[in-house]
């Protein structure tokens, strides 16, 4: 009689060839293509479970045969939300039937305009609008105040794009459809003149054109004078001044800091509280500074700077208490509005603090807004189906083209829906065909089909597989009583449920280290033992070519990996039709197919050997004490291997989980000597406990086996 050690080690020295030679047998052959085949074709539950063929294949791959005539049982499991701890399937203290649903949760992902992700992305594009808004304030005036002296004619000032567009921006002049002819006569007009040619002209922005006539010396010629500059320092002033007022969607420190320099050279002249509150860029100044832009009256500012602080009943204190308080102190009015002999509006100290307030304060409110924005975005955008629905929501749409850099006032709805419409996997769809960055960005950040309606978000790994994947990795830290790694690990799969939506390539998955050590220690894998060539391989390789690279590896879980993510084998990111099942769950239950039947095989010679390998394959999924008290066949692996008597399950569940853990470390069966060392333990002792003919162990392999109820109803309410 061969032993059991030798019947288990024949099957597992070479499990690869072993089940490559079961899947060429005719008869389970037959069944694994037509499996193959079909499954894609099914969208439903029901249709899954009409399919007798199908339905009996996928039962035995997780080990439920026994269960397959109890299909509306199994359609609640299919049809567990497996999120929802309290669901159908998770309530089941069985664990087989978290993971047979898990195998079927439906590859069709929700349809949604954008993921958070996608939302904060366009957020953050407008931020950084915001900021390269401001730098290119900064640039564009620097050109323009470095070259504007070279021009000695109008042609020059026209024929430099630059510099044209920055003097028409100022003074909000069209810079697209602008006439050469038409600019020229405007700058060589003579505005005191009321026949020159830009005072009889009939326009509705003729003031605009004017001011920009005056911001030039050209004369009729279009020339300069002898001796005359094209501007002069307050003219050039004057422009870059408007630019800069009227060019950025948002106040921009440049323009605060023209208005700490004028209020700082005025203060200096004000000699009553009337000339203060009478400049309106003044009294915003100090509005802003101390915070009472909701003071709307001028006569409210003028009674808070001319308050008498000595008198308890005075204005600032009894109707603004601190608030205003703080503005009177940092002026020397009187209280009838003057200033005392010999005195200034404000010392040098007071001005300085009143600036550094401003400049502090400037874009608070702005800020406020921006941030109320933000949140309307985050609240409204998710409510939205199509193209049609956002164009119709004036709000959200304006605010996504300007976070893209779009003029919502000039830009064609068309060009909009175009963009928002294309394939960024099709070299010659709209967005690519643009070559600018601008489109591409749009594009990628919303979910819309080639109908302009929502549809399933085009991720690295669908939505479902990245919380799959964060829970296997926090499970796998934090077992085995290693709860002090469970804020770490929390932060790991965090970091990877936000960065991995950003992942658009194998290559940029590969080259982000921290992500590839997450997804191999997830599996279980030690990163130490894989490089970057071999991960490279195997996300090369065709899933469906048996001689790819990844099919010829002896461990299944760097098939698992792969079929994990919706790369193509030359690294994009592809969208798969919806079915009953992802790529992943159909490859795994091919593969859990073949291992049952290998077992059951196995098991025809060798009761024992079949344990052995069922205690194997379920290893990397023994957790707790509790996995093996609530499995017959591992409990029967478990008390072979010490010799313990049936009976131990009649014992209070505590006291058998004592039992396990004196007896097994659960740990060190997660090293593979150490399992082999452990499993050819049993082998041993399942020789010398089975010398006879009778075979107990087939009892093993259904749902309740030797395990007392009351052990199987504690250890339910434990896990629960």
Do not use: C
């Amino acid at each position: 009689m061969v032993s059991t050690f030798l019947s288990y080690n024949l099957v597992n020295r070479d499990m690869k060839t072993q089940l490559e030679r079961l899947r060429s047998t005719n008869e389970v052959s037959r069944d694994a293509d037509y499996y193959k085949e079909n499954i894609g074709k099914v969208k439903t539950v029901e249709e899954f479970l009409d399919n007798y063929r199908l339905y009996s294949y996928a039962m035995k791959a997780y080990g439920l045969e026994d269960m397959t005539y109890a299909k509306a049982f199994m359609k609640k499991v299919l049809e567990s939300d497996l999120t929802d701890t309290a669901s159908f399937a998770n309530r089941l203290t069985d664990d087989r039937y978290k993971k047979f649903a898990s195998a079927f949760q439906s590859s069709s992902e929700t349809k949604i305009v954008q993921t958070s992700k996608q939302i904060e992305s366009v957020i953050d594009s407008h931020k950084q609008m915001l900021e390269d808004e401001e730098a290119s304030v900064v640039a564009e005036t620097a050109y323009f105040e470095a070259n504007i002296g070279k021009v000695t004619n109008v042609d020059q000032l026209l024929g430099n794009e630059r510099m044209r567009n920055y003097v028409l921006k100022a003074f909000e002049l069209d810079t697209k459809y602008w006439d050469k002819t038409h600019l020229t006569k405007v700058l060589t007009s003579d505005t005191s003149d009321p026949a020159s040619y830009v005072n009889t002209l009939a326009v509705a922005n003729k003031n605009a054109l004017k001011a920009f006539s005056n911001a030039f010396n050209f004369n009729s010629e279009g020339k300069l004078d002898s001796g005359t500059a094209v501007q002069t320092t307050d003219q050039t002033h004057t422009v870059t001044q408007a630019y800069t007022f009227n060019v950025p969607s948002h106040m921009v420190k440049a323009a605060a800091e023209m208005n700490k320099d004028y209020f700082e050279s005025k203060i200096g002249s004000i000699t009553n509280v009337d000339e203060l509150v009478g400049d309106s860029r003044m009294l915003d100044y100090i509005k802003v500074a101390y915070n009472l832009q909701d003071v709307t009256l001028k006569s409210s500012i003028k009674n808070i700077l001319t308050s008498d602080l000595s008198d308890p009943g005075n204005y600032a204190t009894t109707f603004g208490g601190s608030a205003f308080e703080a503005l009177t102190k940092a002026f020397n009015f009187e209280t009838d509005g003057s200033i005392a002999s010999g005195g200034t509006a404000q010392t040098s100290t007071q001005t300085s603090a009143t600036s550094s307030l401003y400049m502090a304060r400037y874009d608070d409110e702005q800020d406020a807004e921006d941030e109320d924005l933000y949140t309307y975005y985050r609240s409204k955008i998710g409510g939205m189906d199509s193209i049609e629905e956002l164009k119709g929501t004036p709000k959200l749409y304006d605010f996504v083209l300007t976070a893209f850099g779009f003029d919502p006032d000039t830009t064609k709805d068309s060009i909009i829906e175009k963009t928002l419409t294309s394939d960024l996997n099709d070299p010659t769809s709209y967005a690519n065909l643009q070559k600018d960055e601008r489109f591409t960005s749009l594009a990628a950040a919303f979910n819309f089909d080639a109908d302009g309606e929502k549809t399933a978000p085009q991720l690295a790994q669908s939505q479902l597989q990245i919380t799959q994947t964060a829970k296997d990795y926090v499970i796998l830290k934090t077992r085995y009583g290693n709860e002090d790694q469970k804020e770490k690990a929390t932060e790991e799969a965090s970091y990877y449920s936000e960065n991995i939506q950003n992942i658009s390539k194998v290559s940029e998955l590969l080259d982000n280290k921290r992500l590839v050590n997450f997804v191999l220690e997830a599996n279980g894998i030690d990163p130490k033992e894989v490089s970057k060539d071999f991960l490279k391989q195997i996300f090369a390789s065709d899933l469906e070519d048996p001689e790819s690279f990844v099919n010829q590896q002896d461990d299944h879980r760097f098939v698992e990996i792969v079929a994990s993510f919706n790369f193509d084998t030359k690294g994009n990111i592809i969208r798969r039709d919806g079915s009953v099942q992802t790529r992943l769950g159909e490859l795994n239950t091919e593969y859990l197919y073949l291992r049952q039947t290998l077992e059951e095989q196995t098991g025809e010679d060798s009761a024992g050997a079949r344990l052995a390998l069922y205690f194997k394959r379920m290893a990397p999924d023994i957790n707790t004490a509790y996995d093996i008290l609530g499995d017959t066949a591992l409990l029967e692996v478990f008390r072979t291997a010490f010799s313990l008597p049936e009976e131990m399950s009649t014992m209070d569940i505590d006291k058998q989980k004592a039992l396990v853990e004196r007896f097994l470390d659960l740990e060190e069966m997660q090293d593979p000597e150490k399992l082999e060392k452990f499993i050819g333990r049993f082998t041993a002792m399942y020789d010398l406990a089975n010398e006879s003919d009778t075979d107990p162990v087939m009892s093993l392999f259904n749902s309740t086996g030797t395990i007392s109820a009351t052990t199987l109803l504690s250890i339910a309410q434990l896990k629960g």
